[in-house]
């Protein structure tokens, strides 16, 4: 049955405030962010944000479920050549919302709901990596240990600045092992 107009609205509205807060949480961080701040972004009424989410920790979610699910689509649309070129672009592609990044390893212990999403969000990109890692035909406890090697390999990439031609190097040798 189709929807009804006030249910599409409603939708509408809805990715208009996670939109809105996407950029504030991006240019400004999730901390100096104030809901008050979102709603005007959104332009809307502080009280109406409260009509879609439950708090701030909820206004993340949503942002980091639609910012995954972007990612996701793009990532499978890529033409990689190989595995080094897929590790760079995944930390090229986190490198650009690194502030969401941070929030959520900053508020996962602080957060139930963040925490839920944040080992979503690993068990879903371990499982992408394990995949990639079983095609080359690697013993399984091998398999396991290169799946950690790959995430916080990642996340050192994230959180030391390097130059492209250094992170090409490290995610062409993460590939080779």
């Known amino acids: 049955m189709p929807r009804n107009k006030r249910e599409q609205d409603r939708d509408s509205k809805r990715d208009e405030i996670i939109a809105s807060a996407r950029e504030r949480f991006l240019e400004d961080g999730f901390e100096a962010t104030s809901m008050s701040r979102l709603a005007s972004a959104a332009g809307v009424a502080p009280n109406t944000i409260y009509w879609y989410f439950k708090d701030k920790d909820e206004v993340l979610v949503a942002v980091l479920d639609a910012e995954f699910s972007t990612r996701a689509v793009e990532y499978l649309q890529q033409p990689f050549a190989d595995t080094a070129e897929r590790l760079l ?6 490198e650009l919302t ?8 900053a508020r996962a212990s602080l957060s139930p709901q963040i925490n839920t999403w944040h080992e979503r969000f690993h068990e879903l990109t371990e499982g992408m990596v394990r995949m990639e890692l079983a095609q080359k ?27 492209d ?3 090409r190097r490290i995610c062409a040798t993460l590939a080779a092992v």
């Open 89 to 94: 672009w995944v930390v090229n592609q986190l």
């Open 98 to 105: 690194s502030r969401l990044v941070s929030t959520v390893h």
């Open 137 to 163: 035909s690697l013993p399984a406890e091998r398999i396991e240990s290169l799946v950690k090697i790959c995430v916080f390999t990642i996340e050192g990439l994230l959180a030391h600045p390097m130059t």
């Open 165 to 167: 031609e250094e992170k």
